[in-house]
Nanobody, 125 residues
Framework: QVHLEESGGGLVQTGGSLRLSCAAS????????MAWFRQAPGEERKLVAS????????RYSESVEGRFTISRDNAKNTMFLQMDRLKPGDPAIYFC??????????????????WGQGTQVTVSS
């Protein structure tokens, strides 16, 4: 089992930037595909971006394409989400997620088994 812990959320003005981190601990020697999801009040949790085990493949939702960048540092068991040009539609609780994935070059979109507790992102106008 792997434990995930997010950090880096906070309050930022529209147009500003934040960088989220997701630290993995536990059985980190197993290959994991990873992703960021977000959930706004009254809405379902939605995929924001995902990244392959190798870090070479990424996927983004249309709403964040070109503004957010997902990355990972496997040596430090940490995943990141660089969020630039934040908009009023971006505020939510952001969760990191992981699944065991033997295919190293696939950026997953479903089937996540492990979740963090979430970090709040707020955007002021």
């Amino acid at each position: 089992q792997v434990h995930l812990e997010e950090s880096g959320g906070g309050l930022v003005q529209t147009g500003g930037s934040l960088r989220l981190s997701c630290a993995a601990s536990g059985r980190t020697f197993i290959p994991y595909g990873m992703a960021w999801f977000r959930q706004a009040p009254g809405e379902e949790r939605k995929l924001v971006a995902s990244i392959s085990v190798s870090g070479e493949r990424t996927r983004y939702s249309e709403s964040v394409e070109g503004r957010f960048t997902i990355s990972r540092d496997n040596a430090k068991n940490t995943m990141f989400l660089q969020m630039d040009r934040l908009k009023p539609g971006d505020p939510a609780i952001y969760f990191c997620a992981a699944l065991v994935l033997l295919e190293r070059c696939l950026a997953p979109i479903v089937g996540f088994d492990y979740w963090g507790q979430g970090t709040q992102v707020t955007v002021s106008s």
